[in-house]
């Protein structure tokens, strides 16, 4: 979690972050409220990590050595980083996103993907 924008605001960067340069947000399915807070999580967290140099200085202090930006005052290249969405499940088969959620998906991929970012969408099955 990042402190932004004043009072106790907080934005989470992501679940997991790569080497690859992944940012990996995941949630349980849980329906279209669930599934849009997925996605806005990870449009919110892009940009700002894309046009806030604040923000990426925040994110660099949490991540391991591995992991850091050589910079944070140099811009980010957009199309090097992956907005990852992954979907836990428990049901079998191809995922099947309610209707709301398949639009609110496809606006923010076309958004990310206007940045430059490479978006992806993965289903997990677990029990």
Do not use: W
Not at 29 to 41: C, P, V
Not at 112 to 126: A, D, I, P, S, Y
């Amino acid at each position: 979690m990042i402190r932004y924008g004043g009072g106790s605001s907080q934005i989470e960067f992501c679940d997991l972050y790569t080497r690859r340069r992944q940012m990996v947000h995941v949630k349980r399915y849980g329906g279209s409220g669930t599934l849009s807070h997925l996605f806005a999580q990870g449009s919110v967290s892009a940009t700002l990590f894309l046009n806030d140099q604040r923000f990426r200085a925040a994110v660099n202090n949490l991540l391991p050595g591995s992991h850091r930006l050589r910079s944070v005052t140099t811009p980010v290249k957009s199309s090097d980083y992956e907005i990852a969405y992954v979907i836990a499940s428990k049901a079998a088969g191809p995922l099947a996103l309610p209707f709301f959620s398949r639009v609110t998906l496809r606006s923010t991929a076309t958004q990310l993907r206007n940045m430059g970012f490479e978006v992806t969408l993965t289903k997990v099955e677990c029990p």
